[in-house]
Every structure is written in C-alpha cells, then in structure tokens.
C-alpha cells in the first residue's frame, strides 16, 4: 500500500512540475493535505522545497508587476531580499510546481511553496488562507485571470492576500495573469481577451469586463489598471481604453502600468518604482479631461490635440532603471525615462 501511494505521489509531482520550465524539478517534500470543512473533506495539492519549518522574519512591503514571457531574475531576487529570508509563497489556478527550484535556487530564502486554488473550496479553505498569510513574500504566476477572478475574490483568500498587503507589509507579486489583478481597477477577461483594435472600435464590447475597487487594495495602485505582455501585443491601444471607460463610467482619474514581457515594474514600500529586465515599462496618466466619445457600438475617441493620455517610458536594466514616485505621479520627478503621448482618433490609435 506504501508502494502504491509512493508511485502515485511521485507520477503527480512529475506532471505537474512542467509550468516554469523546469521538468526535472522533484520538490525536497511534498504533501496532500486533508482539511474538514462545513462543505466536507477536501484535498489542497501543496509543494514545498527548504525547510518546512515556519519562520517569521522582518519584512519590506512592495509590489513586483512583472509582463510575462520570460522571468525576471533580478525582480525575484529583490523580492527575496524584501521577505528577510523568510517563506516565500507562489499561488496559482493550473497544477504546477515549478517555480519552486527557481525561486529557492537563487538563495536566501527559507522556503518556497506552491499552492494550487484551482476550486472554489481550495479558496474557501480556512488552511489555504492561512498558509498564504504566513507567507513573508507572495507571487501570482501567470494563468488566466478569469479564475482568478472567479475563484478568489470575495473569499478567504482574497482576504489573506490583502492582509499581506495592507497589514503585514510583505513583497507582492505577479507576472501576466498573475500581474493582471494587481491594480484596484483590473480586466478580469470573464468573457475571454481583447486586442486593442476591437477595444477601440467598440469600447463597450462585452468582452471588455472590468472591476473595480472590490479585489485587491494597495494606497499605490488605487485608481490604477496593469497590463503585460504590452509592446509585444500590441496592447497600448486597449489599455487607453480600458482608462477611458474607467473615466467615463466612473470618474476616475485613471492610470495605467504596463510591463512589457521579460520586463518587471518594482515599486518598493514609498512608492517608488524602478524597472528590471530586457525591455520597457511604462506609466500613463490622463492628461486633462476624459475621452470625447466613448459610447456603446461608436469608436473611441481621445486625442485633445494629440495630448490625450500623457506616457512615460523606462528602459528596464538588471540592476534596476530609472525612477518614478507613485505617490505623484509627476513625470516632472521622474528619471530615466521618456515622455510623449498616446491618442485614439475615431478607433485608431497613435503616438506623438
């Protein structure tokens, strides 16, 4: 019976080690853990290397929005250097392990653990909560930010998450789906994806599915919507869309911040931003007054003589580029960078 359960075990661990890059990953121990719940028993899949010991370190709040594609090393590691070594803590829908040997592979860190919530009473579970509020550094990995959505919010894990955030003040990230839902306003893709051009032909398209304020809280991301894979896709046009809705349905002065793939935005516990990686990351802000049209089934239109939403691009390094204060968004302050201008003219988009 031993043998039996031992084969099991170790044919699930192969599989689902495959999400990272990183198929010959056999984490140090692994377990399936049984919890009673007032819906019944469930099973929560949980893979952890190091030491399974917990510690409580000192620890640096901050955000990591990361673009996809490719992971960013050194964004890892400044979260790494963030968690003072503690337990680091990666959440995701799809049955994968590999960011563990990743991660733990970099050094100073105690552990790492993976933890699948890919059901409704994963997210529910009062030990799934738990183990993600021990955690002294957490990372969304990439996926499909409709589960996410669908499965986390209003639930204690949503809870958890924002207790890291906002009470014990720990390093934050996510990369493309993962990075996604970071902001206080976020594209939830409940009814699929969208590209620019079909968001700007149609602004109220009903695969646009946006949220706002009832998700994840951070004081530096309020009034802020992400984006990744953002040269790459050709998003630049959607994510201007997604701000003017974000205007015209409700007032906001709306941002946005996009990392391009292999491209990671970390904003550390003042606020302040840097850019890791190969490519760039940028940051947008309506300059004046709201889109001129946006309504259902009509273009989109947004240019005020070509000044419409004001960008500020830095090149990422791998020590770390450039500088921009979230708490202003001043591109006066900022350094590094360059200014110029995106602006939407009857569906079309354009730079100046």
Not at 5 to 19: A, I
Not at 139 to 158: H, R
Not at 281 to 289: D, E, M, N, P, R
Request: glycine share 10%; charged share 15%; net charge negative.
């Amino acid at each position: 019976m031993k043998t039996n359960l031992w084969v099991l075990l170790s044919t699930l661990l192969v599989v689902s080690g495959c999400l990272k890059d990183d198929s010959n990953f056999m984490p140090d121990s692994a377990t399936l853990i049984n919890q009673t719940t007032s819906s019944g028993t469930i099973k929560v899949s949980k893979n952890l290397i190091g030491d399974p010991a917990d510690v409580t370190t000192a620890t640096t709040g901050g955000f990591c929005l990361m673009g996809g594609s490719t992971d960013v090393d050194a964004a890892f590691k400044w979260m790494i250097t963030k968690s003072g070594s503690g337990d680091f803590v990666v959440i995701r829908a799809d049955n994968s392990n590999g960011y563990n040997s990743y991660i733990y592979g970099m050094g100073g860190i105690n552990s790492v653990e993976t933890i699948v919530i890919s059901k409704s009473t994963d997210a529910n579970s009062v030990s799934v909560a738990n183990k993600i509020r021990s955690a002294e550094a957490l990372f969304i990995a990439g996926g499909d930010q409709a589960n996410y959505v669908s499965l986390w919010k209003d639930t204690p894990v949503e809870d958890a998450i924002n207790y890291l955030i906002n009470t014990k003040h720990v390093p934050i990230g996510g990369t493309s789906a993962g990075c996604a839902i970071l902001g206080s306003s976020y594209f939830s893709a409940l009814n699929g994806t969208m590209t620019s051009d079909v968001a700007m032909a149609d602004p109220y398209n009903t695969l646009i599915t946006l949220g706002h304020d009832d998700f994840l809280n951070s004081a530096f991301l309020q009034n802020t919507i992400t984006d990744q894979h953002f040269s790459q896709r050709g998003r630049e046009g959607r994510l201007v869309t997604f701000m003017a809705r974000m205007n015209k349905d409700l007032g906001k002065n709306a941002r946005g911040i996009a990392s391009d793939e292999q491209t990671a935005v970390c904003i550390d516990e003042k606020g302040i931003a840097k850019v890791y990686g190969n490519n760039n990351a940028f940051f947008l802000q309506i300059t004046s007054s709201g889109p001129a049209v946006c309504e259902p089934g009509v273009p989109l239109t947004w240019n005020q003589n070509m000044q419409a939403v004001k960008v500020y691009r830095i090149a990422g390094s791998p020590s770390g580029n450039g500088y921009f204060d979230l708490n202003t968004y001043s591109i006066r302050t900022a350094k590094g960078g360059t200014q110029f201008y995106y602006n939407v003219t009857n569906g079309i988009f354009s730079t100046n």
